[in-house]
């Protein structure tokens, strides 16, 4: 199965500060396709998790610029700029390459 | 707008099993895979595996190959997960969510306890 390792498992962050997020992959995501079929989620307390970024580094409707994806192959990273309080909970990265699917062991982001 | 409705709470025995429901509205369930997910704080999201409602093909991760039955009902657009031989460990809040787009269900705590 693929394993997708994040760091840090928390982040500690003052408003308006950048947080960055890593998910390496055991291996590679590029599907047959040509895709890499990498999102990232964010689960609020007591919520379903919601879909910030697909492919990599497309951002879901909705979803601020202040969220960047980018990555390739194995490793990826979430940037969030300008961080503000509603973004507090706890981030994932999930793969759809290989299955099984597998998601990240999660990132949980707290405010300063 | 689609919509993915849950069933409520559940609470069973051990070595019980369980029946949830994802009534889905809005969309045909046929037209895409039915994922179900496992949350537990303390160990993450977990996926559990996939239905095909259009033909009932599904595919499990391993792990959960014994524990975990999907099905699906067209006549009333809504899947099923049957969770058997319940132990504390299965105790969590499940989501069905449909992908590509992304929507998911509001999640359905299940507690195993005697």
């Known amino acids: 199965d693929v394993v997708l390792t994040q760091t840090p498992v928390s982040l500690s962050v003052t408003l308006g500060d950048q947080a960055s997020i890593s998910c390496r992959s055991s291996?590679?995501?590029?599907?047959?396709?040509?895709?890499?079929?990498l999102k990232w989620y964010l689960q609020k307390p007591g919520q379903s998790p919601q879909l910030l970024i697909y492919?990599?580094?497309n951002r879901f409707s909705g979803v601020p610029d202040r969220f960047i994806g980018s990555g390739s192959g194995t490793d990826f990273t979430l940037k969030i700029s300008r961080v503000e309080p509603e973004d507090l909970g706890v981030y994932y990265c999930f793969q759809a390459t290989h299955d099984p699917l597998t998601f990240g062991s999660g990132t949980k982001l707290e405010i300063k | 707008e689609v919509q993915l409705q849950q069933s409520g709470p559940e609470l069973r025995r051990p070595g019980s099993s369980v029946k949830l429901s994802c009534k889905a509205s809005g969309y045909s369930i046929t037209d895409y895979l039915m994922h179900w997910v496992k949350h537990r704080p303390e160990h993450g999201l977990e996926w559990i595996g996939w239905?095909?409602?259009?033909?009932?093909?599904?595919k499990y991760a391993q792990k959960f190959q014994s524990k975990a039955t999907l099905t699906a009902d067209t006549s009333s657009n809504t899947a099923y997960m049957q969770l058997s031989s319940l132990t504390s460990e299965d105790t969590a809040t499940y989501f069905c969510?449909?992908?590509?787009?992304?929507?998911w269900g509001q999640g359905v705590m299940v507690t195993v306890s005697s």
């Open positions: 291996q590679s995501l590029v599907y047959s396709d040509g895709n890499t079929y």
């Open positions: 492919e990599v580094s």
């Open positions: 239905i095909d409602p259009e033909d009932g093909e599904t």
């Open positions: 969510a449909r992908f590509e787009p992304d929507y």
